[in-house]
């Protein structure tokens, strides 16, 4: 009960901070450099070339290997019209990763010989009736099914994106009731403004040890008892200044 006392006080503060003064957001990460994605990966990956080049372009900037090959399916998903099947058949795909022990050795097993791993992902595809553009990614990156995971994430805030969603983490020690839950979604809507939906999505981490964390657009903002606690013990170590008093 002790711990749904801290959640439930911390809420409405959380909402008055953020309406009042959204710069009070912390935690911006900057970003790097523009990735630079390869052409013969978008060559690979498309089952049809177009009459006609469309300029089409990634709505974030991804950094790292599953990045950038997430960017690429994603630039011939869009190009193919295909992007929703493509996101559900990556999903499909890590879901079962994850029930199957044996198709989860087979994604991470480097020693299986290059013509088998393409024979059972075609196999495996013709089965679940996955598009060409999803086989294709699969014949020709075989040796990296270990990152499909990593991948179809990536490839989930691309679409995201794509749609005007903004993902929204909200961390807490114990699940956020329904009530609580729609007043903080409300909240980051008006923050975030008109053209865009938040998709909420709670995690639970007894080790803030109560408060809350709430992460989006690349902002964080840390409310859990677990930070104040340290910002009061630097505090308290603090040489006190008798002059000043």
């Not at 911390?10 to 900057?30: E, K, V």
């Not at 990956?45 to 709505?59: D, F, I, L, M, W």
């Not at 690429?72 to 493509?86: F, H, I, M, R, T």
């Not at 840390?222 to 013990?233: C, F, G, L, V, Y």
Request: with cysteine; hydrophobic share 40%; charged share 25%.
């Amino acid at each position: 009960m002790a711990m749904v006392g801290r959640v439930r006080s911390t809420l409405p503060l959380f909402n008055r901070l953020l309406r009042a003064d959204p710069m009070s957001l912390h935690g911006q990460r900057s970003t790097l450099h523009q990735s630079l994605l390869c052409p013969e990966l978008l060559k690979n990956y498309s089952t049809a070339s177009p009459k006609r080049e469309e300029k089409v372009k990634v709505p974030l900037a991804l950094f790292g290997g599953s990045g950038n090959y997430a960017s690429a399916l994603y630039l011939a998903a869009v190009k193919g019209n295909n992007l929703d099947k493509v996101e559900s058949e990556l999903l499909d795909l890590v879901e079962a990763s994850k029930k199957s022990r044996i198709f989860s050795q087979f994604t991470k097993d480097l020693s299986v010989p290059a013509k088998t791993r393409v024979e059972a992902i075609n196999d495996i595809c013709g089965q679940a009736k996955f598009s060409d553009l999803t086989k294709n990614f699969l014949v020709a990156e075989n040796g990296r099914l270990k990152y499909i995971e990593s991948i179809a994430k990536r490839f989930v805030d691309l679409t995201m994106a794509h749609k005007g969603e903004v993902k929204a983490v909200v961390t807490t020690v114990i699940p956020l009731p329904p009530q609580e839950e729609k007043e903080l979604k409300e909240t980051l809507q008006e923050i975030i403004g008109e053209g865009k939906q938040v998709k909420l999505e709670q995690k639970i981490d007894p080790s803030i040890l109560g408060g809350l964390v709430v992460e989006f657009e690349q902002k964080v903002f840390d409310m859990s008892i677990k930070t104040r606690a340290k910002q009061m013990e630097r505090f308290l170590r603090e040489p006190i200044n008798i002059g000043a008093l």
